[in-house]
């Protein structure tokens, strides 16, 4: 029995020794999402239908990023690139009609970057309309849209657009938005009739060919 003791303490000894270190837990932390910021600009906000023009922009930090632009018209169109290294990204595109368009840029989120939206950016795609004007004589006269016609009157005459739709002029850098306020022109080939206002606005000839979004 003198014996028991030491070997009991030795046993207790070896079983402190023998307890394992707590292992060690290995933990992989996901890198956390920068801010992103997405810039969108076009290389023109005036076109004709028949031509493009470049969308470009710019996701900040750089790296390959997915971006999704999205065109809102007529109809809605949906784009999608990829950016260079440097977060740049361009393309050339074309309405498909006259109109007014809105464009804007998503930035789409991945493991590096979180979502973003550009600014919206405005454009208008015109076709070429002959144009008159009228006025002068017949002042005073009513209006087939309702009203009289008057010399600070602004508006057209068309044959077919709504009455009070809106129609963007241009012409020679000069642009004017006005209501349709009454009928005509009846001369064949005309699409338009200023009214004496409207012409003096764009700087318009008598007769000519000017820019329509209509």
């Known amino acids: 029995m003198r014996f028991t003791l030491p070997t009991v303490a030795a046993a207790a000894a070896l079983l402190v020794g023998a307890v394992p270190a707590t292992a060690k837990q290995s933990t992989h932390h996901r890198p956390e999402r920068v801010q992103s910021h997405i810039s969108l600009h076009l290389s023109r906000h005036s076109v004709l239908s028949s031509e493009s023009l470049v969308v470009h922009g710019r996701v900040r930090p750089g790296g390959a990023h997915r971006v999704k632009l999205v065109f809102g018209g007529g109809g809605s169109e949906t784009v999608g690139v990829t ?23 998503f930035g789409i989120h991945d493991r590096h970057t979180t979502g973003s939206a550009s600014a919206s950016r405005r454009l208008t795609a015109f076709h070429q309309a002959e144009a008159s004007y009228y006025g002068p004589g ?31 002029l241009r012409y020679q850098g000069r642009t004017i938005t006005v209501p349709v306020v009454d009928r005509g022109p009846y001369v064949a080939g005309r699409d338009f009739d200023l009214t004496t206002a409207t012409k003096e606005k764009l700087g318009f000839p008598d007769l000519g060919t000017l820019l329509s979004s209509k």
């Open 83 to 105: 950016t260079k290294r440097n977060g740049a990204f361009a393309l050339r595109w074309r309405p498909d009609g006259i109109g007014s368009y809105k464009v804007r840029a």
């Open 138 to 168: 017949l002042y005073g006269g009513a209006l087939a849209c309702g009203g009289t016609l008057q010399p600070g009157t602004l508006g057209v005459a068309n044959k077919t657009l709504p009455c009070g739709a809106k129609v963007k």
